[in-house]
């Protein structure tokens, strides 16, 4: 996912909404193939994690990833994380690559430090005591793949979040279609995109992605600059503003943006 605090052109705003149609499998076909067209739109457009999202929404499934080959080897091979390359394991762990183990992903990566992982090590046992490591949530999981890979294919984050967030107040980017022109609105979302072009005078324009879609806000330069640490070092945001709709485009103008901590119990069902 692009990093928070990196400013990105916008491009063609309307991109996310119609790269996709909506209906059929013939039409979910061509949104593949558009889809996967976009990813090779000219820099400066929209992030790879965006276009992903868009293509969810609108019916386009994605495989996980998976390693076959080392799936292969952990089921006769007690070295089988032997490839070279400790990183390379703990990353694929991470994002999920070796999830068809059907172990967890902390006791894989409790696993991996007891194993040799190239030919060099020394082949000496490393006895490792049984933990009972907590699971990671939902969001969590999704979470620790997009910053292992940039996106995700499964399941927006926020979806495992949404009975938590309306507790707290948080409307979704659906449910703001349906509120008044001028009402206050508190939201949240996953900072996919910020930027702040030369002639705008100090403005800033963000795009927070939840389960549903986008979510444009606009910050004037005064709270810019109060809020420029957060926008910098925080990739979940929690938004307070005005809804505005002008020529059949909807935002935000907010004057309250602080960084959304998520407990641990948050993706529980209600």
Do not use: N, Y
């Not at 996980?64 to 032997?82: K, T, V």
Request: glycine fraction near 10%.
């Amino acid at each position: 996912m692009q990093t928070p605090g990196a400013v990105m052109a916008r491009g063609d705003r309307a991109l996310p909404a119609t790269i996709t149609p909506r209906s059929g499998p013939r039409q979910r076909r061509r949104a593949a193939q558009r889809g996967s067209a976009a990813f090779h739109q000219p820099m400066g457009f929209w992030s790879p994690a965006v276009l992903v999202g868009d293509a969810k929404r609108h019916g386009v499934r994605g495989r996980e990833p998976e390693h076959d080959s080392l799936h292969a080897r952990r089921r006769g091979d007690p070295d089988w994380a032997r490839t070279g390359s400790r990183t390379v394991i703990e990353r694929l762990i991470l994002a999920g690559a070796l999830d068809g183990f059907g172990v967890p992903c902390r006791t894989l990566l409790w696993e991996l430090g007891g194993l040799r992982t190239s030919a060099g090590e020394l082949d000496l046992a490393v006895p490792l005591p049984p933990l009972d490591l907590a699971t990671l949530t939902p969001w969590e999981l999704r979470r620790q793949e997009e910053q292992v890979l940039g996106l995700s294919v499964g399941d927006h984050a926020f979806g495992a979040l949404r009975s938590w967030l309306a507790r707290q107040g948080l409307a979704s980017s659906r449910a703001l279609r349906r509120v008044a022109d001028g009402s206050r609105v508190a939201t949240a979302g996953v900072l996919v995109v910020r930027q702040s072009p030369p002639t705008a005078k100090g403005h800033v324009f963000l795009t927070l992605e939840d389960e549903h879609g986008l979510i444009d806000v606009i910050l004037r330069s005064r709270v810019a600059e109060r809020v420029r640490a957060i926008l910098e070092g925080s990739a979940v945001l929690r938004v307070v503003g005005m809804l505005q709709r002008a020529d059949g485009v909807q935002s935000i103008l907010a004057w309250h943006v602080e960084p959304l901590w998520i407990p641990g119990g948050a993706t529980q069902p209600d």
